[in-house]
């Protein structure tokens, strides 16, 4: 069955650092989405992106934040300068009709 | 703005128990609602949706009906095991746009 895939499963980063967290979305999907879950907290939306453009983004996606599908396959996340609050688990989505979205397993990103 | 809202958590259980995740919305239009699963280390699998009022979704012994009167969709399974402990959220989407918005989740745990 295909899946949502993240890399890496761990990052670790200093404050300041500009880090890209990596998706590879199921392949015949159009719709691409990245959440956030703070450790204990509730899941949030990011940012979603069809069409090779962001269509819809939350108040936390600020101008540190910014997404880029490089190639047909993969889709990134960058944190330009990563904060403490940054600190979270990060996951990608997909959808092929932008209804049911399938989640990949997360990237755990922790700044120091 | 678009809400979910979910009983307070941890809901611990007996195996064998019946078991009933109460959720609640509040959203403009008509969305389609969702519970997701949380296994411990794991991202976020689709357990069921619903599409439409009266609607029922279900999986794995899981189910919950789309109630638009009491604007509800409340996850409910007859008999629950030792695997089924996890944290569920649930969420929306709305039609009139494309990001989910997810309920705080509810931890449970059930006991041999």
């Known amino acids: 069955e295909p899946e949502v895939t993240q890399t890496p499963s761990h990052q670790v980063t200093q404050m300041g650092q500009e880090v890209i967290l990596r998706c590879v979305p199921i392949s015949n999907h159009l719709y691409f989405y990245w959440y956030r879950q703070i450790l204990g907290q509730k899941v949030e939306f990011l940012v979603s992106f069809y069409n090779n453009e962001i269509s819809e983004k939350s108040e936390i996606f600020d101008d540190q934040f910014s997404v880029e599908r490089p190639d047909g396959s993969n889709f990134t996340l960058k944190i330009r300068s990563t904060k403490l609050e940054d600190s979270a688990m990060y996951f990608c989505a997909s959808s092929a009709t932008g209804d049911t979205q399938y989640f990949g397993p997360g990237t755990r990103l922790t700044v120091l | 703005g678009d809400s979910v809202t979910q009983m307070e958590g941890p809901v611990t259980l007996s195996e064998e128990a019946f078991l009933t995740i109460n959720c609640t919305y509040t959203a403009t239009g008509y969305p389609s609602l969702f519970w997701y699963v949380q296994y411990p280390g794991e991202g976020l699998q689709l357990l069921l949706k619903a599409t439409k009022a009266d609607d029922k979704g279900s999986n794995k012994g899981f189910e919950a009906t789309y109630r638009k009167e009491t604007t509800s969709f409340h996850l409910e399974k007859g008999s629950v095991q030792v695997s089924d402990s996890a944290v569920y959220f649930c969420?929306?989407?709305?039609?009139?746009?494309?990001?989910?918005?997810f309920g705080p989740g509810t931890r449970l745990s059930v006991l041999p």
């Open positions: 969420a929306l989407r709305n039609p009139y746009g494309q990001n989910f918005v």
